[in-house]
């Protein structure tokens, strides 16, 4: 068959400026050296995606890169982040790091701001 790419999957990726603006503006916030983690809850069954970086990061072959690995973290640990919500990934300013640190941090921080809320959402697991 070949290799899935994280675009192949449907329904994983948030999309449009009005999704973006409503959890940056009511999300949950979560944050380290490396993201600023915002989520909120989106009554579906599966969580989404969505990452902003800045030209603030780096020339744009790393900014891909940056976000790419973000994806890859993402999809890779489905099983390890809270279902049911929608995610927005800030990528801080002097990112670099190995891509395990990142998907640790992405997972740490999501579950850290879905903590911070009344519930604590069931993991998505995909059949």
């Known amino acids: 068959m070949g290799k899935v790419r994280p675009s192949d999957v449907p329904g994983l990726w948030l999309k449009g400026d ?4 409503r959890i940056l503006g ?6 380290d050296a490396r993201l600023t983690v915002l989520i909120e ?3 579906s069954s599966r969580s989404r ?3 902003r970086v800045g030209r603030q990061v780096g020339k744009a072959v790393f900014r891909t890169r940056v976000r790419r690995r973000l994806r890859e973290a993402f ?7 809270p279902a049911g919500i929608d995610i927005v990934c800030i ?3 002097g990112w670099n790091c190995a891509y395990a640190d990142l998907a640790a941090s992405l997972i740490s921080l ?5 903590r911070r809320s009344r519930r604590m959402p ?4 995909p059949r």
């Not at 009511?26 to 944050?31: D, F, I, P, V």
């Not at 069931?122 to 697991?125: I, S």
């Open 75 to 81: 999809r890779r640990n489905l099983d390890r982040i």
């Open 18 to 21: 009005r999704a973006f603006r």
């Open 49 to 51: 995606l969505g990452i």
């Open 26 to 31: 009511n999300g949950r916030r979560a944050s």
């Open 110 to 114: 999501t579950v850290k701001a879905a």
């Open 91 to 93: 990528v801080r300013p």
């Open 122 to 125: 069931r993991p998505y697991r």
């Open 41 to 43: 809850d989106n009554g």
